[in-house]
Nanobody
Framework: VQLQAFGGGLVQAGGSLRLSCAASGGTFSMYGMGWFRQAPGKGREFVAAISASGSNTNYADSVKGRFTISRDNAKNTVYLQMNSLKPEDTAVYYC???????????????WGQGTQVTVSS
């Protein structure tokens, strides 16, 4: 499975962005999908995950109520809608595919290349 994330950019605090991750080369609807982020000098952090059907989601406490993960299996795409952005959300955001819904990056077999999100104060 090949994943390509896009939609990052520079936004002011309080603003919104929507990230997309397009999948190809596999059966997208069989995979749980996750978003992770990595800030400079820090480890990769779980952000959100969604089950293969889209019926179950999971969020990190730091983004709960502000971010929404969704997917469109007909378009082989997973989204991350990010609202009320904060400077501490600044990071490279990665999408990933897993046979299960998981919060550990070790459970994910396929990764996209990452897209930079920068939130200015």
């Amino acid at each position: 499975v090949q994943l390509q994330a896009f939609g990052g950019g520079l936004v002011q605090a309080g603003g919104s962005l929507r990230l997309s991750c397009a999948a190809s080369g596999g059966t997208f609807s069989m995979y749980g999908m996750g978003w992770f982020r990595q800030a400079p000098g820090k480890g990769r952090e779980f952000v959100a995950a969604i089950s293969a059907s889209g019926s179950n989601t999971n969020y990190a406490d730091s983004v709960k109520g502000r971010f929404t993960i969704s997917r469109d299996n007909a378009k082989n795409t997973v989204y991350l809608q990010m609202n009320s952005l904060k400077p501490e959300d600044t990071a490279v955001y990665y999408c990933a595919a897993s046979p299960v819904v998981a919060i550990s990056p070790l459970s994910y077999d396929y990764w996209g290349q990452g897209t930079q999100v920068t939130v200015s104060s």
